[in-house]
């Protein structure tokens, strides 16, 4: 199938997100993307995978790579790529027991499924594929659609350990946007690895888009979780030293963040960073904050190398 003819919404809950605000990040996107200039497409930090799959249904790119530190998500996108049907067949069967039960067995099958994923993730060879992939990464959306907020989060021994959401009647897949995402991964190469991997497929018909783990504003909003490795301000900075890498070699790159100067007007920590670049400010509202300013709107930064872009 004709991938423009595909519409593929994200299968997980992903904290930061993009699917609220891609009207707006498509005003930004470089028009060599209509034209036919850029051939390969690179999303380094691919979360829930809103931008990828919004471009590659919507634009004829050539070459797709899609990469993530984070190997339990990637082993669920290469699953979704390899053998999508068995999936969903594994994900039907958990759906239709998990609704059938009450809430308080709903909450002990909730965490026995946590410890069986995070003792699983300790034997499973995330290399070579079989049928361990499927199990695990139905347990991972399992987790994510039931857990508290739909968040992903970690402890430092890289354990999943977000607490039981209690709803009533969670969607915990949708197996035709699963089909659907299958398709437009499959002739997708898909990397476990630091974002600095992307330099490797980078050349001057290449666009990027980054979304990394966003700079807390605050103190209390720390969230950076994703994975056992903290993003702090010197992963910040070597970030934005790759994104001058990135354009030596002539692509192209969007990249998304937090706005300082939502807490404090004299924060230029990204103006400095990024000196030379083009930055925009667009509106966004957060969800995942327990702290009432943070579940407001506020300010995201989209940052690039370019000036010919759609507005």
Known sequence: ????????????????????????????????????????????????????????????????????????????????????????????????????????????????????FNEERRKINYSVYDYSWVIQSSQFIFLNRTCFNGLYRVNSAGEFNVPFGSYKNPKIFDQENIERASELLEDTIIICGDFSICLDYTDNKTFLYFDPPYRPISGTSSFTSYTKEVFDDDEQIRLANLCREVSEKGAKFLLSNSDPKNINEKDNFFENLYSGFQIKRINARRNISSNGYQRGFVDELLIMNYSDYNQ
């Open 1 to 116: 199938m004709d991938s423009l003819q595909i519409q593929v919404n994200p299968f997980v809950k992903w904290a930061g997100g993009k699917r609220q605000i891609l009207s707006q990040i498509e005003r930004y996107l470089p028009v060599n993307l209509l034209d036919g200039t850029i051939s390969t497409y690179i999303e380094p930090f691919i979360g829930g995978g809103a931008v990828f799959f919004y471009l590659v249904s919507n634009f004829s790119i050539s070459n797709k790579i899609i990469i993530d530190i984070n190997p339990d998500l990637i082993l669920l996108y290469k699953t979704i790529q390899k053998n999508a049907m068995s999936l969903v067949l594994e994900l039907r069967k958990v759906e239709q027991f998990y609704l059938k039960l009450s809430d308080d067995e709903r909450r002990v099958f909730f965490y026995k499924i946590r410890s069986q």
